[in-house]
Each structure stands twice: as C-alpha cells, then as structure tokens.
C-alpha cells in the first residue's frame, strides 16, 4: 500500500483515483449549463430548477479534482472496500 501512495504522483492522469468522477462533473456542468442557455426564451431570466444539475456537476468536479490531486485515502482498500474490516 505504501507503494502505491508514493507512486501516486507518476501515475498517468485518468490511473488516478477521482479523475473519471472529476471529468464526469464537468461533462453535467457543461450539458447542463448548455440545456439553460438554448432553452431560455426571450426576456425570460436564468431562473430554472437546471442549475441543481450545474451543482450537482460542479460537486462532482471539485471532489474528482481532489481525488486525483490527493490520492488514496486512509479508507482505501487495495482489493475493494475499506480496511476497517480487513483482518
């Protein structure tokens, strides 16, 4: 496990833990904001329940960036689950 930890940083970039999750963010966060800006009429202000998928987006993003930046977290089990149980 240690291995892997210092080998983090010479990891391709989609190897890495969080980097899907952090490309699928921004994937809602531009469908969604795209949905607002075509479906908008005239006179019509930017005031629509979309921006929840721009949240929800943007969310995912932020904690995929981190991920990736960060690494595997003290709960991550090199097999799956967490190591709380291993044993």
């Known amino acids: ?3 892997e930890s210092a080998n983090t940083g010479t990891r391709p970039f989609f190897r890495r833990r969080g980097a899907v999750l952090m490309v699928t963010g921004l994937i809602l966060m531009i469908v969604f904001g ?10 019509e202000g930017y005031a629509t329940p ?3 998928g721009v949240a929800i987006g943007l969310g995912m993003a932020g904690y995929g960036l981190y991920r990736a930046l960060k690494g595997p977290g003290m709960l991550d089990f090199p097999r799956g689950g967490t190591n709380s149980g291993a044993g």
């Open 50 to 52: 979309m921006w929840v």
């Open 34 to 43: 795209l949905f607002i800006w075509i479906g908008r009429d005239p006179g």
């Open 1 to 3: 496990m240690e291995n």
